[in-house]
């Protein structure tokens, strides 16, 4: 079939195996140009299947030569019906991992389950024996707790007052105010419960039960802090409590190890285009202008250069550096103090008509449809594909 982006709101309906492909091939390329990290040899990437969780599995398989195992939840295809993107970015890294001779195997369910997490165990004791590095990278808006039957939903939302600021379609340019009611606190306690470090605690507490956590092993949760300008609706919202309870099961986590000499780590990223930021509102904006000022700098990165830098120079340099609260941070060049100057200055400024020339509204708008396979170069996409793509290593 011929395969068009098909877009509602900040959701791509549909994906493009080929672009997906030759993106996850981009992002392979990228890192065997940087060289060889002395790194894991033995992971398991919980959230696996796109973003920062993708560019950890490839930075593992292909910095380090790491046997991997990823764990997502994806649509398959059907006929007529293309797979979510998720599903051809992992049959793209298998293949090539093959190839390369690189193990690689997935479970595509569920990973708050207690079945995934069981089926995972024992395939990490039959084959890999012990891992050394776990990444936690799930961003979803639900979890149906196991131990209760019940389904928990999170929301981005202002606590205490209502959040007024303005954002950008970046389908149509159109800059326009936008305000967000204040939330409940039954929707905090569910913000958390989704998003924050209960269920990262429940995979290690499994591996560890069942003696697979290696000497110096290693798990890291990615998070997300932003400028001031974002904090009420961010980092002092509803998703910055999931945060922090996140932030605070690494230390819970890093007590549990000393037996394996071990450590938990969440490292705050950089504002990118992933399909989790797009629905959050203000951020769009916010991306477009911090994009045309790094870009400027010389120091923009994508998710892949992000996670290289992370691995290379903080998880295994001499020594991880970290932030007075136990955090490494990776977002320090968005946070520079030249940067945020520069888009404090900006953002008064920014309307429909200035966008195209004080931001990067197209660089938005294309990372968005790189994420779903669409607009990479070297890719025709007028020629028939077929939807029907398995994923080598599927179990």
Known sequence: MIIEPRTRGFICLTSHPKGCEKNVINQIEYIKSKGTIDGPKKVLVIGASTGFGLASRITSAFGSNASTIGVFFEKPPEEGKPATTGWYNSAAFEEQAHKAGLYAKSFNGDAFSDEIKEQTLQLIKKDLGKIDLVIYSLASPLRLDPKTGITHRSVLKPIGKTYSNKTVDFHTGVVKDISIE????????????????????????????????????????????????????????????????????????????????????????????????????????????????????????????????????????????????????????????????????????????????IGDLEGYSDDFFNLFGFRIEGVDYTQDVDEMVKIPGLQ
Not at 206 to 233: R, W
Not at 317 to 343: F, H, P
């Open 182 to 357: 204040p939330c409940t606190e039954e929707e905090i306690k569910n913000t958390v419960k989704v998003m924050g470090g209960e269920d990262w605690q429940l995979w290690i507490e499994a591996l560890a039960a069942q003696d697979l956590l290696s000497d110096k092993f290693m798990t890291v949760a990615y998070s997300y802090i932003g400028p001031s300008l974002t904090e009420d609706v961010y980092r002092k919202g509803t998703i910055g409590r999931a945060k922090d309870h996140l932030e605070a099961t690494a230390f819970t986590i890093t007590d549990m190890l000393k037996d394996v000499n071990g450590k938990a780590y969440v490292s705050v990223n950089k504002a990118l285009v992933t399909q989790a930021s797009s629905a959050i509102p203000v951020i769009p904006l916010y991306i477009s202008l911090l994009y045309k000022i790094m870009k400027k700098e010389g120091i923009h990165e994508g998710c892949i250069e992000q996670i290289q830098r992370l691995y290379k120079d903080r998880l295994y340099a001499e020594n991880t550096a970290t932030d007075k609260k136990g955090r490494i941070r990776v977002d320090d060049w968005e946070m520079r103090d030249d940067v945020q100057a520069q888009i404090k200055e900006l953002w008064p400024q920014a309307t429909t008509e200035s966008l195209a020339e």
